[in-house]
Structures are given as C-alpha cells and as structure tokens.
C-alpha cells in the first residue's frame, strides 16, 4: 500500500528529493507530478516547514516567464493589493471557487466531445479540442464573458453586503471625524 501525499523534501542544496522513488527531481518533475493530479507535499530536509506552496508558485512564475503568460501585470497588479486588505482572506477563496467552476466545465465540455466524437486517445483528443475550441470560440467567449459579468456582480453583491453589515455593527460608535450618532438623528428632524 502506498502512502496517500507523496513527500518531497528540499535540501540546503535546493535539490528535491523525492522520498516514494529515493531519487533526486527537478521543479519541471514536481509539475509532472501535478498535471498528473498526484498529491504531494514539498517540506524542508532541515526545519520540516512546508514548501509546498513556493515550489508551486515557482512552477508559475517559470510558465509564466517563458511563453504566453496567463495573467496580465494589470491582474497581478489587482492581486497584490489585495495581500492586507480585509478582503484577502476572502479573495483567496473567490479564487478558488471560480477556478474549480471554470475546471468543472471544462471537464463537462471534455466529456462531451468524447461521448460525441467517441475519442480516448490523448492526442487526438488534444486535437479535437483544438478544432473544438477553434470551432466554438466566440460561443465560449460569450459564455465566460457572462461567467465574468456574474462572478463580478456576485462579488460586487457580497462586499457590499459586508459594508452593510458592518454598517449596522458600528452604528451606536462614534468614529473620528463624524458626529455621534445621535446628534446626526436630532440634525435630521
């Protein structure tokens, strides 16, 4: 039986070592091992931290370097200055959600072509996806577009529905700056 998180550990030397195989890997290896959907923990020989999470943003920082980058420096720009803002935390899963929902239609799509078209050869099928993607393009750009527009609005929705919130919470406190609360009422009559 094989252990279920496949553990890879950074030496001082910055060489991973894969511990299911006893052999040293590379970064491009680690990527490998994600396409191929295993799950794994990159850790520190020394200390034990996990490195998981710089190993895989390194993996993203060298795609994005070489060949045609994913995200935008307006995008990164707009993640950055999320890091201390109280929507951070928030953010992260925003993230998460839309990524996976975008993954799910993905493989719904996939899996339809091969229902269609009958194909489980990946390179036809990376093919026919091609010619698939090349075929419905405008359609699928139509529908992220309205995929955008909604995750937009429900995001727009939800921060809002924290101003709201916190609105009320902090209506009986007086803020630096503002009147109390009360003599805003009294103003008003």
Not at 8 to 13: A, L, S, T
Not at 59 to 73: D, H, K, Q, R
Request: aromatic share 8%; hydrophobic share 35%.
């Amino acid at each position: 039986m094989t252990e279920a998180v496949r553990l890879i550990k950074k030496y001082p030397n910055r060489r991973l070592y894969d511990t299911r195989t006893s052999t040293y890997i590379t970064v491009v290896d680690v990527k490998e091992l994600v396409l191929k959907h295993e799950e794994f923990r990159v850790v520190d020989a020394k200390s034990g931290d996990d490195l998981t999470r710089s190993i895989l943003l390194q993996i993203i920082l060298e795609e994005e370097a070489g060949g045609t980058p994913m995200f935008s420096s307006d995008i990164l720009a707009q993640m950055i200055r999320f890091y201390g803002n109280a929507m951070q935390g928030m953010m992260g899963q925003y993230l998460e959600n839309n990524i996976s929902a975008f993954t799910d239609m993905q493989k719904k799509l996939q899996e339809q072509a091969t229902s269609l078209y009958g194909v489980n050869n990946p390179a036809m099928s990376k093919d026919m996806w091609a010619q698939f993607l090349n075929f419905q393009g405008p359609a699928m750009q139509s529908m992220m577009g309205t995929y955008v527009e909604q995750s937009q609005k429900m995001f727009h929705q939800m921060q809002e529905s924290i101003q709201e919130q916190t609105r009320k919470v902090f209506t009986g406190f007086q803020l630096p700056g503002q009147e109390a609360p009360e003599k805003a009422v009294e103003k008003k009559k």
